[in-house]
């Protein structure tokens, strides 16, 4: 979907942001999982056992990173669950805060924000036209005077043919007619 007349029919603002926001958080988690293997010897030799709680949280990171994300491309391509996915970006973002929050909780501040925004917009009002599905937008008239389809004033008649007017609204008919031409209502014998 693009934008239209109405303005862009998904969050846009949310979209690139908890995409940013995720990006920065799978990329500090995944940073975190690797200092954690590259340096164990180190880690373990400082407090026994930091390393491997290191890790997980590294992994762990990385994997709300990459939720982030995927709810952050949902939010484009499935604008009608922006409500839900903004609620899940919060909630995420704020897990992220256990693994560092992606590079000095920039990405923790970037993806809250996204949901946030995500979970209050609303997409634009569409207005019914005539034509069309729902949000097509074509003019109902362009010039005055009757649509191509009503029925005239008057239904043509053919010279020399008897007829007789409608009680209801006055048109005239042919002779032979059961129902008004113009108005439908019923002709009497």
Excluded: D
Aim: glycine share 12%.
């Amino acid at each position: 979907m693009s934008s239209s007349s109405y303005g862009l029919l998904y969050p846009a603002a949310a979209y690139w942001l908890s995409l940013i926001g995720g990006a920065l958080i799978l990329l500090y988690g995944a940073a975190e999982a690797i200092a954690a293997i590259t340096l164990r010897s180190r880690l373990e030799s400082v407090v026994p056992g930091l390393s491997s709680t290191v890790l997980a949280l590294g992994v762990f990171g990385a994997l709300l990173g990459v939720g982030i994300v995927l709810l952050g491309f949902r939010l484009k391509y499935s604008p009608n669950t922006t409500r839900t996915s903004g609620m899940l970006i919060v909630v995420l973002s704020l897990l992220s805060f256990f693994s560092g929050g992606g590079f000095i909780f920039l990405g923790l501040v970037l993806a809250f924000i996204g949901g946030l925004i995500a979970w209050r917009w609303r997409p634009p009002e569409l207005t019914r036209s005539m034509y069309g599905p729902a949000g097509y937008n074509v003019p109902i008239r362009q010039e005055p005077g009757p649509l191509p389809w009503e029925t005239p004033s008057a239904p043509p008649t053919q010279p020399g043919v008897p007829q007789r007017f409608c009680p209801s609204c006055g048109s005239p008919n042919v002779a032979t007619a059961q129902f008004c031409a113009k108005c439908g209502a019923s002709m009497p014998p």
